[in-house]
Structures are given as structure tokens and as C-alpha cells.
């Protein structure tokens, strides 16, 4: 065989050689890398995006360094074949098999959970999951669905997949930041990250002043709400005494006990028995009586906070002797610091009147209504007492002049039952303004623990605290979290005849409850009228600013919603770049085998010919 012939099939056997290498390990990275590609779009997998490559990668290494361990060991290329062969196939096939039993059983425990099985939530099976993890076709994959879901919440709750937090850093001696020492609250207490609940806490327990909720936080506030608004219902059961009803109390004990109608023993909530005819023999029956229903967790809450407030004994009252609390709501106290004082309210009215009598857009619609023949200085000095010169100079104690003396009568009568509702009556002193601007604008120190978590039930504590992280907190960083909930009277007319009776019985009845008011009679003889109710409304949620109203109370995640979403993260973005590389594993497990085989093979063919080479 010439030479010409040698090198040619020399470079063959090289060729392929290179070939079948490519189709084994970097093929399979190239494929699990676009199969990723889904897991660009979403900030969910911001953190795990590359996990599958890595995970094939890292496979690759093992056999890389396997591959340079067996040639230090032994010559023989059959040796090295068969090493290589078992080898990869071990780690391939080894980790398909390890992610659906690992991953496999992580899904079988969120099904099995209590929590979400109780609240009729499931995630779909492994199998399921493993095959619809990406697709190739039209339809949505999994990671698709989840990642739409996830920008569904982060777009209603104003908030990202992951955390943020609105700070300052430590300061030196010149002022300049110390990164080192993390971030400080306003008031310069630290600030704790944990990056597991991917939180950052103050040293009270509570969300850092400028705390951002990412996806994970603002799930466990919404859930947390929820679940103990249930707990707190189902503990607090309302009965009504009823000689036919369903419950008898036992003399003494306070317990409320089942009477299994037709049977002869009444079963405790606990699940114990007791003999109906022996407690009756013993007198220790006191009545019989029927479920009402339950009450109102926002009601059990507030008499318990009362309860703490007015025993001078309880631990709350306890702990505000305590230096702790005194540094910041004693004399002085750092807390003040950030609230309203008396100087810095009188200063916000006059800047407030000043801005609204200097309003361009005001002025030009005075203009315009004294241009129709309305004199609407005389308007005013009818009513309350003033011109509208005198709104751009107004302070707070001509403020509560005005309401204290200038009022007309029929003004003040308006005006006096919403006082009330406040607690407040005329004369209006400064200290009443205080004391609700206070309630308003009240600051929680950082360092301090607030009121509801000296509760000793558990589950009234975890209401009140995710009630005060999913709104007050919510509100301070623009990501309201929960609806809260308001009566209002709405009016609305029947056989209309008059467009303005609705806005006439509004003005002229304005507090009247589930009533009919005859408006006017028709020549028909039907009448028109204006009824009111009382509806419920719920407030909007998410970024909900001066300059933004977020997203009505409709669009918020339900308890079931909420729990599904969490139960879906906690298997997307931790496995599911990890079932990508599972699939393409599973498929190239035995191509990379039999690539290790066909690439031995051109190699020592590619040996053979350069040997036949050298000695030709």
C-alpha cells in the first residue's frame, strides 16, 4: 500500500474519530442547551437555568477523568473500551434513574401534604411532568404555563421573582458606605438576609424597612392570612341555646359536646365519648344548643389586642416597661423620629393649602365658574367661614377654627357624624388631630416588637403578623398584598323616570339602611324609587400609590391559587432544568456509549496506519 493511501485512510480514521466524539457528550450539551432556552424568558429560573447543562456537563468531566485514569492504568484498548463503555452508561443511565426516584418522591410529598391536599391542590405526576417539561411542538410546555403564572403574580402583586430591599449601608467615620456590614434600617438598626426564605429581617422578626417581597415571601404572607383566618373561624364556633339543636354543654367544664342524634353518646371535638345518660344522671347537662356559625377572625383579634392593652399584668404591658421599648416610644424616643410631631403636622397643613390654593388648574376653574355669575367667595364664607385668599395661608389652628367656629349648621351636622366615627367631637383640639394622624401614620420600630405578637394563640399571631406584612408593609413599598375590606351604602333606583334620583336621595338620605324612599309619581301611576344597601367592597392590591391604584381586589390570588402557585414553584425551579437534562440523558445514554466504542475503535485504527507509516 503506497503512502499516499496510508495517510489518506490515516486521516479517515481521524475524522471519524473526531466525528463520533462530537455526537457524544458535546452533542448532548448542545441539545440540553437549547431544550434550556424556555428557561431564559422567566426571572423564576434566573438561578437555575443552566443547572441541566451543568448536571451533563459535570457527567462529562467524570468520564474525562475516568478516560485518564484507565490509559495510566493499562494499555490494552479493548481494556479501555469496556471501562469507558460501563462507565458512561453507569453515570447516564445512574442519573435517570436518580432524578425519578429523588425528584419523583419530592412530588409524591407535596402530594401527600396535608396542606395542599386538604385545600384540593396537586401537582401533576413525575411522569407527566418529566414528559411535558419543554416540548417541541405548538403546545405549551410546563415551564411555560409556570413561567406565565409566576409574571401573572409578580405583575398583579408589584414584585418580583426574587427579593430586593430599598437601604443603606453602614457609614465611616467620613461617610462613606461600609458594604461589609450589610444594611441598616433608617433608624440604624442591621438588617438580616436569609437567603433561603430569601428575606431580610429586622431584629424584631419583622420585614426590614425597606424590604421588597420577592414571589416565595409574598406567597407565605398571602397563605399564612389565609389559612390562619380559617383556623381562627374554625376555633371560634358561635352557638345559640336551642332545646332541638346539636350541641350539649357540660355544667362546669365549659366544653361544648356533640349530640349524635339516634345515639347514645355525645362525642367531644377531641374525639372523646361520654355516656349521654350518665352525664344526665350526674346533672351535668346544662342545655342543648345549635351551631350558629363562627366568628370573625378580624373580631376575635381586635378583643384580644384589647385584652392586652387593658390588663396592666399582661406580658405586652410588661414589655413596655422594658428598655428595649422605652429607647424607642419613651421620652425622645428614636420611633418618634419618624413620625408626625405636632411642629412637623402644622408645617404639612400650611404647605398643603399652599400648594392647592397656588394650583394653576384651581384658579383657572374659579375663573371660570366667576365668568357664569357663581361668586364663589360668597360660597364659602356662607359655609366655613373664609375666602378663597384665605386657603393659601392656612395653618392648622386656623384649621380648627374654622371647624370649631365658621361652620354653617347645616354643615356642621354633616361633619359631626363623621368625627364621630373617628371618636372625635367638637371643639376639635389639636390633640385630636394628633392622636389620629398618630393612628395613621403610626412607625413600628425595628427594634421593638409590636402589640400582636404578645398573643398567645399561634394562629392569631400568624394572622395579625402576615395582616400587617401583606398591608401595612405592603403599602409602604408599593406591594399590597391583601384586599381589606369596606361597607358602603349604595343607592339605586327602580321604574327610573328621573336620572338624578339616585345623586338626590344620596344628598338628602345619606345614612338610611335597606330602605325605599318614593321619589315621585309617575302619570302611569307607578311610582319611582330609590333603594340603598349596604355592599361589601374590597380594595385593589399591588402597586397601590399615590400615583397608581394597582390591581382590583378580583384579580388577587385565592388561598387555593396561592398554595397551587408555591406548590408548582417548588418543583419547576428547582427540578425541571434538571428533568430537561434527565430526557436528553436518557436518549444519549446509549449513543455516548456506543460513541465511546466507534471512537477507540478510529483510534487505533488511526495508530495502526501511523505506524504502517513510520515504518514504511
Known amino acids: 500500500m503506497d503512502m499516499k493511501t496510508l495517510r489518506k485512510k490515516q486521516n479517515r480514521y481521524r475524522g471519524l474519530r473526531a466525528v463520533s466524539y462530537l455526537l457524544g457528550f458535546p452533542l448532548l450539551l448542545l441539545v440540553v442547551f437549547v431544550a434550556s432556552v424556555p428557561f431564559l424568558n422567566g426571572d423564576a429560573f434566573t438561578d437555575v437555568k443552566y443547572y441541566g447543562v451543568i448536571a451533563c456537563a459535570a457527567i462529562w468531566v467524570v468520564c474525562i477523568i475516568g478516560q485518564i485514569v484507565i490509559s495510566l492504568i493499562t494499555k490494552s484498548n479493548t481494556g479501555r473500551t469496556l471501562f469507558m463503555l460501563v462507565l458512561s452508561l453507569i453515570l447516564t443511565v445512574g442519573a435517570v434513574v436518580f432524578c425519578d426516584i429523588y425528584v419523583g418522591k419530592k412530588i409524591d410529598e407535596i402530594n401527600g401534604s396535608e396542606e395542599y391536599s386538604s385545600h384540593g391542590v396537586s401537582v401533576e405526576s413525575y411522569k407527566y411532568q418529566a414528559g411535558w417539561v419543554v416540548t417541541w411542538t405548538n403546545k405549551d410546555s410546563l415551564t411555560d404555563k409556570f413561567s406565565d403564572e409566576i409574571a401573572r403574580f409578580c405583575e398583579v402583586y408589584n414584585v418580583g421573582y426574587k427579593s430586593k430591599i430599598y437601604a443603606d449601608y453602614p457609614k465611616d467615620e467620613n461617610g462613606k458606605d461600609i458594604k461589609t456590614d450589610g444594611y441598616i434600617n433608617p433608624d440604624g438598626s442591621p438588617v438580616t438576609y436569609d437567603k433561603e426564605a430569601d428575606a431580610y429581617y429586622s431584629p424584631n422578626g419583622l420585614y426590614a424597612d425597606g424590604y421588597v417581597f420577592g414571589v416565595k415571601q409574598a406567597l407565605k404572607v398571602i397563605i399564612d392570612y389565609y389559612e390562619a383566618q380559617e383556623n381562627i373561624r374554625l376555633s371560634n364556633p358561635i352557638y345559640v341555646s336551642d332545646l332541638g339543636g346539636e350541641y350539649v354543654k357540660v355544667k362546669g367544664t365549659g ?47 381586635q378583643e384580644k389586642l384589647a385584652e392586652l392593652e387593658s390588663n396592666p399584668n399582661s406580658e405586652w404591658n410588661k414589655y413596655k416597661k422594658t428598655e428595649e421599648y422605652l429607647d424607642a416610644y419613651g421620652t425622645d424616643g428614636t420611633a418618634y423620629k419618624f413620625m408626625l410631631n405636632e411642629t412637623r403636622l402644622k408645617t404639612l397643613v400650611a404647605t398643603l393649602f399652599s400648594g392647592v390654593g397656588n394650583m394653576k388648574a384651581l384658579n383657572s376653574a374659579l375663573s371660570l365658574v366667576s365668568n357664569v355669575g357663581v361668586n364663589v367667595d360668597s360660597l364659602l364664607q356662607e359655609n366655613v367661614g373664609i375666602t378663597v385668599a384665605d386657603i393659601k395661608t392656612m395653618t392648622l389652628d386656623g384649621l380648627l377654627e374654622v371647624l370649631n367656629e365658621k361652620l354653617s349648621p347645616a354643615l356642621r351636622e354633616k361633619i359631626e357624624p363623621l368625627l364621630a366615627g373617628f371618636g372625635i367631637e367638637f371643639p376639635v383640639t389639636t390633640a385630636d388631630v394628633m392622636g389620629l394622624v398618630n393612628s395613621l401614620f403610626y412607625y413600628q420600630s425595628p427594634t421593638t416588637k409590636p402589640i400582636f405578637m404578645f398573643l398567645e394563640d399561634e394562629e392569631l399571631v400568624r394572622y395579625a403578623t402576615a395582616k400587617y406584612e401583606g398591608i401595612t408593609h405592603g403599602s409602604n413599598v408599593g406591594s399590597v398584598l391583601l384586599p381589606t375590606e369596606s361597607t358602603e351604602i349604595e343607592y339605586y333606583v327602580q321604574s327610573v323616570s328621573d336620572e338624578d334620583a339616585a345623586d338626590w336621595i344620596s344628598k338628602t338620605y345619606p345614612t338610611i339602611r335597606d330602605t325605599v324612599v318614593v321619589y315621585s309619581e309617575n302619570d302611569d301611576g307607578s311610582l319611582t324609587v330609590v333603594r340603598s344597601r349596604e355592599v361589601t367592597k374590597k380594595s385593589n392590591v399591588g402597586k397601590v400609590l399615590m400615583g397608581a391604584n394597582g390591581y382590583p381586589a378580583e384579580f388577587a390570588f385565592t388561598l387555593q391559587e396561592a398554595l397551587q402557585l408555591r406548590a408548582d414553584d417548588s418543583v419547576a425551579v428547582p427540578y425541571y432544568p434538571l428533568m430537561v437534562a434527565r430526557r436528553f440523558l436518557l436518549v444519549f445514554s446509549g449513543v455516548i456509549a456506543a460513541t465511546y466504542v466507534v471512537c477507540f475503535y478510529d483510534n487505533r485504527r488511526a495508530h495502526e496506519y501511523a505506524a504502517a507509516i513510520d515504518n514504511a
Open 255 to 301: 366544653e361544648m359536646l356533640r349530640y349524635k342524634t339516634g345515639v347514645k353518646y355525645v362525642m367531644a371535638e377531641d374525639g372523646e365519648t361520654r355516656l349521654i345518660d350518665e352525664l344526665k344522671s350526674q346533672n351535668k347537662v346544662e342545655g342543648y344548643y345549635s351551631f350558629e356559625g363562627y366568628r370573625d377572625p378580624e373580631e376575635v383579634l
